[in-house]
Structure formats: structure tokens, C-alpha cells
């Protein structure tokens, strides 16, 4: 557990992470987000007058959340408790809570807990939260990396208003270098040092927007690099490269969903999107192939349908493959499915068509089968009147109007076919069978 009573800025040393040496101590400090803190927004607002409500703050590692914790506890009168969901556990909570009741009957303070990775905090211990913030006991203040409407309780996320944060870019990280750089008491201006731009821009790009990752690079650059003969340290391109690597691409649960859901749009509309999210998320991200071979049989059908029933054997074709020649053999062919998948004219119809037979059945209750429908090999079958049923194939164009629905649906219409692909013939039968 970690008490924060911060009634102005702590005193900066060159000790500790450059990173966290030059956390912004105020909103005029903090880089980006200007949609949520900026001049005359809410919570800039709300932050300033220390009237901050209970809040979730969501968004990418490297975007501010924490920062903006801590310029909250910069600003408030009352105090400010951090946990981290990781090792927290339910008594801390209810500690916290309890010394959070008696601050406010005894004195009148406020307590605001701020809970940073609030997704690792399981559902029993949010339970306990949950009464404290409806009776203004604590003001809430969680940050998660993951969508909260996944992790965090509907009604501790009821009480709370979202803020989402949106990812840095490398112009937000080129702030942020050259503010260290110029700053000789939290930064590194104390030094004789001379970063190029190629080189802050270089590292400002393998960053991927993560301003921790930037500052923290610059400073293995800076530390780590011979001065020359005249005691300068110079930053070059080349030092930059050796300082940063590509960042590794973040595969957690909500991403996977968010890439699949991605790739299952991209079919209905783009070969090269659908392409793209398949091969990113299974050689960049490390997902299951099977996965996106699944989500292809589905499309198949709630997609295309009888549009072009080819779709269908190709994704099950892939399937096979991949079973059989596994990964990267099978790349190709899975590759193939899915672009004949996308290629192929669409039709949901038979999505369309089962969800209307489904909310047939759900409001008509008990249905009896019509007699000339039921069973009839068995001996007195005819006794019970279980017969009238015409044999189609004795028909012309194997084909005879009889009423096949119980009587309850008669003349209910499931499956219309449209006009694309394949489904345009069938559509031609039905009209002639409905003439």
C-alpha cells in the first residue's frame, strides 16, 4: 500500500528512472490527451477545483494513466491512497476503507483510492469497494490497460464515469525527450549532452507511442554512450538503434478479441484487411490459427451462405489442411479460403433466417405437428388419421404445395434468398413456388 499526501510537488534529484523523474507534476506538464484534460474539459475542470468523482481511466500502457493519478493527488486537499491490484488483497481494501470512514467523520477528509491494473482485481475483491463508493465513503479512481466493461464490474463501472485514453504518438515522445533533455533538475540537463534528431525521432518510433519506453531509452542511450574528446556525450542514429528495439506487440485478452473481431469485419469487405489481421495476429501476436480458421467456417455461413456454398467447402478444406500439414504449411491455404471468402458474393439469409425461426418458436409456445406430417410407419398410423401427405417426388418439377409449418405459422416466411450469387436461382424457385 502506497499514501500519497502530496500538498505540492515532491523535491526532484538525477536519482531514480528518468522516466519517473520527469512524471508530470501538473495538468500544464502532461503530454497528450487533450480531448479529456484539456483547457475547459470536465475533468481538467473537476481536477482543478479537487470536485474528482469516482472514474475508471482505460487506455495503452504508456498513455498517462498513472501521471494522471498522481497530478490528481498533487491537487487534492484530502488524501490519496494507491494500490495495486496485483498484490492487493481484501483486507488492504477494507483497511483502507475503514481509516477512509473515520478521516471523514472525525475531520471531514476525503479519501480517493486509486487502483492502478484494475482488471487483475478479481470480482469479490471490486465487491468490496462497491459499497464504500456508493456511500461517498472513498472516491474510486481506477486504471486498466484492458476494457473495462470485460473486467470491471457493471456496477462499480455504474458509479464511475470512463475516461478512455487514447495511445501517444512520436511527436508526444519527442516532447517528452526534449523536455528531459533541457531539464538540469529532474532530467538530464545536468550533462553535457547532444541528442540528434534522426536519433530522438528514430527512438521516438520504436516506441510506439509508450513515453516510459522512450525516456527510458534515451537514458540507457545517455549513460551508457563514451563521451568524446571534448566530454560531449552525442546521441547519434546509431547509438539511438542500439539503445531501443521494435516494441513487442501487446497480446492480451481484450487485443485477441479486438483482432479477431477485426478480421471477421475485414471478410465482408476487404481481401486485404482480412489478410492482414489473420497473418498479424498469428506471427505477430502468437494466436491460435484454429481460431481464425473457426471464425472462417461461421462467416461461411452467416456471411455468404447460399450466396456462393463454395465458401464453406474452402474454409473446411483449410481446416483439414491445417490439421494435417499444420503451421506454416498451412498458411497458404487458409490464406486462399479466406480470400475466396471475401471475393465471394454475400448474403446473410440464413443468419437472418434462423433468428427468425427462432423468435417464432420462442413467442408461439407448444406447437402440434399437422397430421399428414407425423410418423406413419407403424401399423394403425391411418386409425389416428396420420395421413394426407404428398410425396413430392411424384409431382411435377418434384414439387407440390402442401402446408408444411404447424397451422399456428402458415404463410410465415424464414429464409428469403436475395439476389446475389448463387441465391439468385433460388430466389427464382421460391417466387415460382410461391406463384
Known sequence: MDLFDYGGAEPQENSGLLADR????????????????????????????????????YGPPGCGKTTLAHIISN????????????????????????????????????TILFLDEVHRFNSSRQDALLPAVEKGIIVFIGATTENPFHYVNGALM?????????????????IAMRRALSDTERGLGYMDLRAKDEALEHIAAMSGGDVRRALNALEIAALTTPPQQDGQVLITLEVAEESVRRPIAKADESTQYDVLSAFHKSIRGSSDAALYWFLYAVEKLGMDPMTFIRRLIAASSEDIGLANPQAMVQAVAALDAYRNNGWPEAKLNIA?????????????AVYTAIAK????FAHSGTT???????????????????????????YHNHYVEQDYLPDSLQGTVFYEAT????????????QRRRK
Do not use: C, W
Open 336 to 348: 486462399q479460403a479466406i480470400l475466396f471468402a471475401v471475393e465471394s458474393p454475400k448474403s446473410n
Open 158 to 174: 455504474s458509479r464511475s464515469t470512463l475516461f478512455q485514453l487514447h495511445p501517444l504518438t512520436a511527436e508526444h515522445a519527442l
Open 22 to 57: 520527469m512524471r508530470p507534476l501538473t495538468l500544464d506538464e502532461y503530454i497528450g490527451q487533450d480531448d479529456i484534460i484539456g483547457p475547459g474539459r470536465l475533468l481538467r475542470r473537476a481536477i482543478e477545483a479537487d470536485k474528482v468523482g469516482s472514474i475508471v481511466l
Open 368 to 394: 402440434e405437428v399437422p397430421l399428414h406430417l407425423r410418423d406413419t410407419h407403424y401399423k394403425g398410423a391411418e386409425k389416428l388419421g396420420h395421413e394426407g401427405y404428398k410425396y413430392p417426388h411424384n
Open 75 to 110: 491537487h487534492t486537499q484530502g488524501k490519496f491512497v494507491r494500490l495495486n491490484a496485483v498484490d492487493a488483497t481484501v483486507k488492504e481494501v477494507r483497511e483502507v476503507i475503514q481509516q477512509a470512514a473515520d478521516d471523514k467523520a472525525l475531520y471531514g477528509t476525503k
Open 357 to 360: 425461426a427462432e423468435a417464432a
Open 419 to 430: 439476389e446475389q450469387g448463387n441465391e439468385s436461382k433460388i430466389r427464382l424457385n421460391q
